[in-house]
Nanobody, 123 residues
Framework: VQLQASGGGMVQAGGSMRLSCLVSGRASSWYVLGWFRQAPGQEREFVAAISRSAEITNYTESVKGRFSISRDNAKNMMYLQMTNLKPEDSAVYFC?????????????????WGQGTQVTVSS
C-alpha cells in the first residue's frame, strides 16, 4: 500500500487547514489510518487515528476540539481538518496505515507511511 499526503502550507495562528491522504495499492478500508507530526529536533508524535469503518477516532490531547479526522473509503481518502491552528502545531505531518483492527498511538505500530507535508503556523 502507498500513501500520499497533501494540503500543507502556511497559515496564520487561528486559521484552518485541511490535510488529505490518498491510499493506493489496496482498499483503504483494510487499514486503520492515522496522522502523525514531527517538528525539527523532536520525535514523531501521534495526532489522530481512525478505525477502518470510521466508527472510532482518537486524538492526542493537544488537538482535541480543534482537529477532526475523517475518511472516505469509497475514495480511498483520509482527511485531517485543522482549526484554530497554533504555532506549536507547526510540523511535518505524515499519514500512516496500520494493518490490524485496533487503533494505536505509537508510530512504531504503523507499517506504511506517506512522504509528509509541511504545516507552518505563524504567530
Amino acid at each position: 500500500v502507498q500513501l500520499q499526503a497533501s494540503g500543507g502550507g502556511m497559515v496564520q495562528a487561528g486559521g484552518s487547514m485541511r490535510l488529505s491522504c490518498l491510499v493506493s495499492g489496496r482498499a483503504s478500508s483494510w487499514y486503520v489510518l492515522g496522522w502523525f507530526r514531527q517538528a525539527p529536533g523532536q520525535e514523531r508524535e501521534f495526532v489522530a487515528a481512525i478505525s477502518r469503518s470510521a466508527e472510532i477516532t482518537n486524538y492526542t490531547e493537544s488537538v482535541k476540539g480543534r482537529f477532526s479526522i475523517s475518511r472516505d473509503n469509497a475514495k480511498n481518502m483520509m482527511y485531517l481538518q485543522m482549526t484554530n491552528l497554533k504555532p506549536e502545531d507547526s510540523a511535518v505531518y505524515f499519514c500512516a496505515a496500520r494493518g490490524l483492527r485496533t487503533i494505536a498511538t505509537p508510530f512504531t505500530e504503523y507499517g506504511w507511511w506517506g512522504q509528509g507535508t509541511q504545516v507552518t503556523v505563524s504567530s
